[in-house]
T-cell receptor
Framework: GAGVSQSPSNKVTEKGKDVELRCDPISGHTALYWYRQSLGQGLEFLIYFQGNSAPDKSGLPSDRFSAERTGGSVSTLTIQRTQQEDSAVYLC????????????FGDGTRLSIL | GENVEQHPSTLSVQEGDSAVIKCTYSDSASNYFPWYKQELGKGPQLIIDIRSNVGEKKDQRIAVTLNKTAKHFSLHITETQPEDSAVYFCAARINTGNQFYFGTGTSLTVIP
Protein backbone atom coordinates (compact mmCIF):
# COMPACT_ATOMS: atom_id res chain seq x y z
CA GLY A 1 0.00 0.00 0.00
CA ALA A 2 0.95 3.66 -0.20
CA GLY A 3 3.38 4.91 2.38
CA VAL A 4 3.86 8.36 3.87
CA SER A 5 4.29 10.90 1.11
CA GLN A 6 6.12 14.21 1.53
CA SER A 7 6.39 17.10 -0.89
CA PRO A 8 8.40 18.72 -2.18
CA SER A 9 11.35 16.34 -1.92
CA ASN A 10 13.74 19.29 -2.19
CA LYS A 11 13.22 22.99 -1.56
CA VAL A 12 15.72 25.79 -2.03
CA THR A 13 14.71 29.27 -0.94
CA GLU A 14 16.19 32.57 0.08
CA LYS A 15 16.61 33.66 3.65
CA GLY A 16 13.55 35.51 4.89
CA LYS A 17 11.05 33.70 2.69
CA ASP A 18 8.23 31.53 4.03
CA VAL A 19 8.05 27.83 3.14
CA GLU A 20 5.34 25.19 3.37
CA LEU A 21 6.09 21.48 3.60
CA ARG A 22 3.40 18.89 3.04
CA CYS A 23 2.84 15.43 4.49
CA ASP A 24 0.28 12.82 3.38
CA PRO A 25 0.14 10.11 6.06
CA ILE A 26 -0.86 6.50 5.57
CA SER A 27 -4.63 6.24 5.28
CA GLY A 28 -6.25 5.47 8.62
CA HIS A 29 -3.26 6.50 10.73
CA THR A 30 -4.47 8.90 13.40
CA ALA A 31 -1.08 9.97 14.74
CA LEU A 32 1.23 12.24 12.72
CA TYR A 33 4.67 13.52 13.66
CA TRP A 34 7.14 16.05 12.31
CA TYR A 35 10.88 15.77 12.92
CA ARG A 36 13.90 17.77 11.84
CA GLN A 37 17.20 16.10 10.96
CA SER A 38 20.29 18.19 10.45
CA LEU A 39 23.17 16.77 8.40
CA GLY A 40 24.59 13.69 10.10
CA GLN A 41 22.45 14.19 13.18
CA GLY A 42 19.59 12.41 14.92
CA LEU A 43 15.88 13.12 14.85
CA GLU A 44 14.68 16.29 16.55
CA PHE A 45 10.99 16.12 17.49
CA LEU A 46 8.96 19.13 16.38
CA ILE A 47 5.22 18.48 16.73
CA TYR A 48 2.75 15.62 17.12
CA PHE A 49 -0.93 15.34 16.17
CA GLN A 50 -3.25 12.68 17.55
CA GLY A 51 -6.75 12.53 16.15
CA ASN A 52 -8.81 15.55 17.18
CA SER A 53 -6.75 16.27 20.30
CA ALA A 54 -4.74 19.45 20.68
CA PRO A 55 -1.30 18.93 19.09
CA ASP A 56 1.86 18.55 21.16
CA LYS A 57 3.91 21.55 20.01
CA SER A 58 6.62 21.21 22.63
CA GLY A 59 9.39 20.61 20.07
CA LEU A 60 8.84 23.63 17.84
CA PRO A 61 12.09 25.66 18.06
CA SER A 62 10.55 29.12 17.63
CA ASP A 63 7.31 30.92 16.85
CA ARG A 64 8.38 31.01 13.19
CA PHE A 65 7.41 27.34 13.03
CA SER A 66 3.80 26.19 12.90
CA ALA A 67 1.89 23.16 11.66
CA GLU A 68 -1.66 22.18 11.02
CA ARG A 69 -3.49 19.03 10.14
CA THR A 70 -6.68 19.38 8.20
CA GLY A 71 -9.44 16.79 8.39
CA GLY A 72 -7.27 14.48 10.41
CA SER A 73 -5.19 13.62 7.37
CA VAL A 74 -2.82 15.89 5.43
CA SER A 75 -0.46 18.07 7.44
CA THR A 76 1.45 21.21 6.52
CA LEU A 77 4.54 22.47 8.33
CA THR A 78 5.12 26.19 7.79
CA ILE A 79 8.35 28.05 8.49
CA GLN A 80 8.11 31.83 8.33
CA ARG A 81 11.00 34.22 7.70
CA THR A 82 13.41 31.34 7.12
CA GLN A 83 16.93 31.48 8.51
CA GLN A 84 20.01 29.59 7.35
CA GLU A 85 19.93 27.43 10.48
CA ASP A 86 16.56 26.10 9.31
CA SER A 87 18.38 24.15 6.59
CA ALA A 88 17.77 20.46 7.29
CA VAL A 89 15.71 17.46 6.25
CA TYR A 90 12.17 17.61 7.58
CA LEU A 91 10.69 14.16 8.15
CA CYS A 92 7.06 13.25 8.65
CA UNK A 93 5.83 9.99 10.18
CA UNK A 94 2.44 8.47 10.93
CA UNK A 95 1.25 5.61 13.09
CA UNK A 96 -2.00 3.90 14.05
CA UNK A 97 -3.58 4.84 17.35
CA UNK A 98 -2.73 1.76 19.34
CA UNK A 99 0.15 1.12 21.65
CA UNK A 100 2.99 -0.98 20.39
CA UNK A 101 2.73 0.15 16.79
CA UNK A 102 5.66 1.72 14.96
CA UNK A 103 5.93 4.97 13.09
CA UNK A 104 6.19 4.91 9.33
CA PHE A 105 8.36 7.63 7.85
CA GLY A 106 8.32 9.50 4.58
CA ASP A 107 11.55 10.25 2.74
CA GLY A 108 11.56 13.84 3.91
CA THR A 109 11.89 17.29 2.43
CA ARG A 110 15.44 18.58 2.10
CA LEU A 111 15.27 22.31 2.82
CA SER A 112 18.15 24.59 1.87
CA ILE A 113 18.14 28.26 2.86
CA LEU A 114 20.50 30.42 0.83
CA GLY B 1 10.49 12.70 29.83
CA GLU B 2 12.30 9.69 28.46
CA ASN B 3 16.03 9.85 27.59
CA VAL B 4 17.49 7.34 25.12
CA GLU B 5 21.25 6.96 24.71
CA GLN B 6 22.81 5.00 21.85
CA HIS B 7 26.33 3.61 21.38
CA PRO B 8 28.53 3.53 19.45
CA SER B 9 28.02 6.51 17.17
CA THR B 10 30.08 4.85 14.42
CA LEU B 11 30.85 1.19 13.81
CA SER B 12 32.92 -0.53 11.12
CA VAL B 13 32.92 -4.29 10.66
CA GLN B 14 34.25 -6.71 8.09
CA GLU B 15 31.71 -8.38 5.86
CA GLY B 16 30.48 -11.56 7.51
CA ASP B 17 31.19 -10.38 11.05
CA SER B 18 28.52 -9.43 13.59
CA ALA B 19 27.52 -5.90 14.62
CA VAL B 20 25.98 -4.89 17.93
CA ILE B 21 24.41 -1.54 18.75
CA LYS B 22 23.28 -0.74 22.30
CA CYS B 23 20.70 1.65 23.69
CA THR B 24 19.70 2.58 27.21
CA TYR B 25 16.52 4.31 28.36
CA SER B 26 15.59 6.11 31.54
CA ASP B 27 11.83 5.70 32.02
CA SER B 28 10.72 2.31 33.33
CA ALA B 29 7.27 3.02 31.86
CA SER B 30 8.66 2.58 28.34
CA ASN B 31 7.23 -0.58 26.84
CA TYR B 32 7.84 -0.51 23.09
CA PHE B 33 11.23 -0.37 21.38
CA PRO B 34 11.53 -0.12 17.57
CA TRP B 35 14.75 -0.05 15.55
CA TYR B 36 15.06 1.89 12.30
CA LYS B 37 17.51 1.76 9.41
CA GLN B 38 18.10 4.94 7.44
CA GLU B 39 19.84 4.85 4.09
CA LEU B 40 21.23 7.96 2.44
CA GLY B 41 18.51 10.25 1.17
CA LYS B 42 15.72 8.10 2.60
CA GLY B 43 13.51 8.21 5.66
CA PRO B 44 14.05 5.75 8.52
CA GLN B 45 12.56 2.32 7.89
CA LEU B 46 11.46 -0.05 10.64
CA ILE B 47 13.58 -3.21 10.71
CA ILE B 48 12.55 -4.87 13.97
CA ASP B 49 10.75 -4.01 17.19
CA ILE B 50 10.25 -5.52 20.62
CA ARG B 51 7.65 -5.10 23.32
CA SER B 52 8.40 -5.13 27.01
CA ASN B 53 6.75 -8.49 27.63
CA VAL B 54 9.47 -10.35 25.69
CA GLY B 55 13.22 -10.52 26.13
CA GLU B 56 14.36 -11.33 22.62
CA LYS B 57 13.07 -11.28 19.07
CA LYS B 58 14.76 -12.54 15.93
CA ASP B 59 14.15 -12.02 12.22
CA GLN B 60 16.65 -13.82 10.01
CA ARG B 61 20.02 -12.06 10.51
CA ILE B 62 18.62 -9.40 12.84
CA ALA B 63 17.81 -9.81 16.52
CA VAL B 64 16.90 -7.48 19.36
CA THR B 65 17.32 -8.17 23.07
CA LEU B 66 15.71 -6.30 25.94
CA ASN B 67 16.77 -6.16 29.58
CA LYS B 68 14.01 -4.33 31.46
CA THR B 69 15.80 -4.47 34.78
CA ALA B 70 18.88 -2.74 33.42
CA LYS B 71 16.81 -0.61 31.02
CA HIS B 72 18.80 -1.42 27.95
CA PHE B 73 18.16 -3.02 24.59
CA SER B 74 20.47 -4.04 21.77
CA LEU B 75 20.38 -4.70 18.04
CA HIS B 76 22.40 -7.63 16.74
CA ILE B 77 23.15 -8.11 13.06
CA THR B 78 24.89 -11.35 12.11
CA GLU B 79 26.69 -12.24 8.87
CA THR B 80 26.82 -8.59 7.91
CA GLN B 81 26.66 -7.62 4.24
CA PRO B 82 27.65 -4.37 2.49
CA GLU B 83 23.97 -3.50 2.05
CA ASP B 84 23.64 -3.38 5.85
CA SER B 85 25.69 -0.16 5.74
CA ALA B 86 23.39 2.62 6.94
CA VAL B 87 22.51 4.68 10.01
CA TYR B 88 20.55 2.81 12.66
CA PHE B 89 18.31 4.47 15.25
CA CYS B 90 16.77 2.98 18.36
CA ALA B 91 13.63 4.42 19.94
CA ALA B 92 11.45 3.97 23.00
CA ARG B 93 7.82 4.77 23.71
CA ILE B 94 6.25 5.23 27.12
CA ASN B 95 3.08 3.23 27.74
CA THR B 96 1.07 6.33 28.63
CA GLY B 97 1.48 8.19 25.38
CA ASN B 98 2.27 8.09 21.70
CA GLN B 99 5.54 10.04 21.77
CA PHE B 100 8.68 8.28 20.53
CA TYR B 101 12.13 9.08 21.91
CA PHE B 102 15.06 8.41 19.59
CA GLY B 103 18.70 7.61 20.12
CA THR B 104 21.30 9.70 18.31
CA GLY B 105 22.03 7.05 15.69
CA THR B 106 24.85 4.66 14.78
CA SER B 107 26.56 4.85 11.40
CA LEU B 108 27.38 1.26 10.43
CA THR B 109 29.89 0.55 7.67
CA VAL B 110 30.35 -3.01 6.44
CA ILE B 111 33.69 -3.40 4.69
CA PRO B 112 33.66 -5.88 1.77
Amino acid sequence: GAGVSQSPSNKVTEKGKDVELRCDPISGHTALYWYRQSLGQGLEFLIYFQGNSAPDKSGLPSDRFSAERTGGSVSTLTIQRTQQEDSAVYLCASSPNFLGQPQHFGDGTRLSIL
Amino acid sequence: GENVEQHPSTLSVQEGDSAVIKCTYSDSASNYFPWYKQELGKGPQLIIDIRSNVGEKKDQRIAVTLNKTAKHFSLHITETQPEDSAVYFCAARINTGNQFYFGTGTSLTVIP
